[in-house]
């Protein structure tokens, strides 16, 4: 090792809501503090057009991308340093922890785990192409965008289903597209949806292609048992419907692997003050084995981790 490197005390992976309130407090109660993040700070919130949910957020104007970019300059005024590197290798198990990137190898007395989780893609043609102009994966914030159209679900599991319920406050019409015909969610969940009179469903169907001119304005189904495809088109007067992907999440945990315990779907187990199994290394955020994934629980996650390290580096002595 470089006797001449800096050591960190904490060493935070991932720039979302919960690395970002990490950085804060940890910043703010006098420990050092490094951010390394693979691309734009902000994590799945930089790319959501508007933040209506996070307590005292009403600025004019304010986008996620606005948020979190302030959320990154406060963590800044207190002392955090960001780099921006894609980290390869992560060496956890020893005293000093080590991220090893594309550009540098850090090191650290802490580690926290803050990179999220993504959502698993529909997997039909044009998906990217219409990503934040008619397909979303967060109906929390943006479904409001689609009042009074018809909107589409993909997936049948809780999320699919309890997202579609929500969905109907705002569409004209929901409808579940699901590769069998039957739903993967609890019992009452189904029971919600199949009472409600806004939501239909596509059975044995999954979304093949989504379309349009700038926005999205229709689909191609595929029956999986018949094969036969079926073309949806917007209404000409709306011009656009929305496709909302639930078909499940893939943690982005893959880096560490083996080296902190997991559930079986590669989400990180933590305790409730956020110490993952390995000594010194801390998770928050998406990545966590938890049932609420939005920005206030990733930056309590956070703030909970900051302050746990704090705790246990005098622990420590
Ligand atoms: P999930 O339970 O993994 O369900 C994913 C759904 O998408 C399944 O219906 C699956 O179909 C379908 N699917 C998967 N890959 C697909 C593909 N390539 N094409 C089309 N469909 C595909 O994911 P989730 O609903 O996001 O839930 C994740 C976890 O969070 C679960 O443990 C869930 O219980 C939990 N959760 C709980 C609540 C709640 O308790 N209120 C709410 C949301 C989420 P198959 O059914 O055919 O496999």
Known sequence: MDMNKKIYDVMILG???????????AARG???VLVIEKGVSGGQIAATDAVENYPGQMLEGETGESLSERMALQAEHFGAVRVQDVI??????????????QKETYSGRFAVLAMGASPRPIGCKGEMQFKGSGISYCATCDGN?????DVY?????????EEAVYLTRFARKVTIVHRRDQLRAVQSIQDLAFKNPKIDFLWDSVVEEAFG?????GLIIRNVKTGEQTRISADPSEGMIGLFGFVGNIPNSSL?????????????????DMRTSLKGVYAAGDIRVKTVRQVVTAAADGAIAAVSIS???????
Do not use: C, H
Request: without cysteine; negative net charge; proline residues 1%.
């Open 30 to 32: 006098g420990l050092s």
């Open 213 to 217: 001119e700038g926005v999205l304005q």
């Open 145 to 149: 965008f689609f009042t009074g159209l």
């Open 88 to 101: 390869t290798e992560a060496v956890l198990d020893g005293e000093i922890k080590e991220f090893r990137g």
């Open 311 to 317: 705790a246990d580096w005098q622990m420590d002595g």
């Open 256 to 272: 560490v692997n083996g080296t902190v315990e997991m559930d079986e779907r590669g989400y990180i187990r933590t305790d409730e």
């Open 15 to 25: 720039a979302g809501p919960a690395g970002l309130s990490a950085a804060l407090y």
């Open 153 to 161: 679900v993909a997936g049948g599991g809780d999320a699919a289903v």
